[in-house]
Nanobody, 125 residues
Framework: QVQLVESGGGLVQAGGSLRLSCVASGRIINTYAMGWFRQAPGKEREVVAAITWSGSGTYYGDSVKGRFTISRDNAKNTVYLQMNSLKPEDTAVYYC??????????????????WGQGTQVFVSS
């Protein structure tokens, strides 16, 4: 089992930045694919960014390309999401996800087995 705990959410003005962290426990995640997803009220959960187990492959949702960066520090069992140039439409609960898949980057929430509880991000205009 993998337990994931997100942190770093909060309230920020449009144009600002936040860095989300996802700390894993229970297993060493250096062989796990990781992803960040978000869900706004009344909307489906959507992929924000994802990274392969090796870190060699990444994927970004169209709405965050060029603004967000996913990275991983396997020594700390942690995955990060750096969010810059935030917009009000980025407001959502952000979730970290993990899966033991060691192939191509995973883009769909249905492909992940483990989830954190989420951290709320509010971006004011």
């Amino acid at each position: 089992q993998v337990q994931l705990v997100e942190s770093g959410g909060g309230l920020v003005q449009a144009g600002g930045s936040l860095r989300l962290s996802c700390v894993a426990s229970g297993r060493i995640i250096n062989t796990y694919a990781m992803g960040w997803f978000r869900q706004a009220p009344g909307k489906e959960r959507e992929v924000v960014a994802a990274i392969t187990w090796s870190g060699s492959g990444t994927y970004y949702g169209d709405s965050v390309k060029g603004r967000f960066t996913i990275s991983r520090d396997n020594a700390k069992n942690t995955v990060y999401l750096q969010m810059n140039s935030l917009k009000p439409e980025d407001t959502a609960v952000y979730y970290c996800a993990a899966d033991s898949w060691r192939g191509a980057v995973l883009r769909s929430p249905h492909q992940y087995d483990y989830w954190g509880q989420g951290t709320q991000v509010f971006v004011s205009s």
